[in-house]
C-alpha cells in the first residue's frame, strides 16, 4: 500500500471570521498554516485565495503572494491552487492563476449543487481548464462531486488531455450532493481505474469515520477548514489539529505518512527542482 497523502485546504471559498477566527486569510496567515500543517504530517496544500476584504479572489497577484511566503519557510510541500468556481465565472478568472505554473491545480470535471448555489463547469470551460494544465505541465486533482465526473474525466484522458496516472479527489458530503456513506465511497473508488491514486475530501461529521476508510483502503485524505470547521460537535477546528488527527489514526493503524518528495512519487508528478 502507498504510503498516505496528506492534504491540507486551510481556507476554501466559504469559512469567514464571522463563523470561525481559525481561518487563514491572508497570505502570511495561509502560508503560516500550511508550514505548520507540513510539519504536522500533510504533504499537499490546496489553495484558495482571498481578497483585502477576505472574500474570494481569483487575482493571480493574491495567489503569488500566498506562493511567495510559502517559499519563504522553504518548505518543499506541494501546492495545488483552486480552480474553483465561487471565486470567479469565465475561463479568464478561473484559469488566472495557472499562470503561476503551480506543480498542481484542482479541475472539475462536471456540474453539482452546492447547498445555495449551482457550481457550474461547462464541457468547453473544463476542456479548457485542462488544455492549459497540460501545456503548462500542471498535474489536475480531478475533483468528483458525483460518478458522472469520473466518467467525464474518462472521455477527457482519451483524447489525450491527461497525463497518466489520473488522480482523483472525491468530494462527499455537501448538503445535496453526494452523501458521505461507506457505500458511496466504494462505489467511486471501483468506478476509477486500477491504480490510480485517489483522495477523499468529507465535509461534515462523517469525515472522520470516511477518512479512516480511505486511508484502509489505501486512499488519501484531504482535511482542513476549507471542509470543515468544526473539529468535533461544538468545537472549532484548526487547521494544524486536523491534520494531526489524520496523521495519529495513521500511525495508530500503521499506514506510513508521505513526505512531498514520496507523494510526487505516488502522484506522478516531476521530482522538485
Ligand atoms: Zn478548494
Not at 469565465?90 to 452546492?114: D, K, W, Y
Not at 468547453?124 to 505541465?137: C, G, T
Request: hydrophobic share 40%; net charge negative.
Amino acid at each position: 500500500m502507498d504510503k498516505l497523502i496528506i492534504t491540507i485546504a486551510p481556507t476554501g471559498n466559504v469559512p469567514t471570521r464571522e463563523m470561525t477566527p481559525h481561518v487563514p486569510v491572508t497570505p502570511e496567515e495561509i502560508a503560516r498554516d500550511i508550514h505548520d500543517c507540513y510539519n504536522a504530517g500533510a504533504a499537499v496544500a490546496h489553495i484558495h485565495a482571498r481578497d483585502e476584504e477576505y472574500r474570494p479572489t481569483p487575482r493571480v497577484e493574491v495567489f503569488a503572494s500566498i506562493l511567495q511566503q510559502i517559499d519563504g519557510y522553504g518548505i518543499p510541500v506541494i501546492r495545488q491552487l483552486s480552480t474553483g468556481g465561487r471565486h470567479g465565472k469565465t475561463l479568464e478568472e478561473r484559469s488566472q492563476n495557472l499562470t503561476l505554473n503551480p506543480e498542481m491545480a484542482s479541475l472539475t470535471t462536471g456540474s453539482t449543487n452546492f447547498p445555495n448555489m449551482a457550481y457550474v463547469n461547462a464541457p468547453d470551460l473544463i476542456e479548457h481548464l485542462a488544455q492549459i494544465m497540460k501545456e503548462r505541465s500542471i498535474k489536475p486533482e480531478i475533483e468528483v462531486f458525483d460518478t458522472a465526473m469520473i466518467n467525464n474525466a474518462y472521455l477527457l484522458a482519451q483524447r489525450g488531455l491527461f497525463r497518466e496516472p489520473l488522480q482523483f479527489n472525491f468530494v462527499m458530503g455537501i448538503k445535496g450532493a453526494l452523501p458521505a456513506t461507506p457505500k458511496n465511497l466504494m462505489h467511486l473508488v471501483e468506478s476509477i481505474p486500477a491504480g490510480c491514486p485517489w483522495t477523499v475530501t468529507v465535509i461534515g461529521p462523517q469525515h472522520v469515520p470516511l477518512s479512516t476508510m480511505a486511508l484502509a483502503m489505501g486512499g488519501h485524505v484531504r482535511v482542513g477548514i476549507e471542509d470543515n470547521i468544526y473539529y468535533a460537535k461544538g468545537e472549532l477546528a484548526t487547521n494544524v489539529r486536523l491534520v494531526e488527527r489524520i496523521a495519529a489514526i495513521a500511525k495508530a493503524v500503521g499506514r506510513e505518512i508521505a513526505t512531498p518528495v514520496e507523494a510526487r512519487a505516488i502522484l506522478g508528478l516531476k521530482p522538485a527542482g
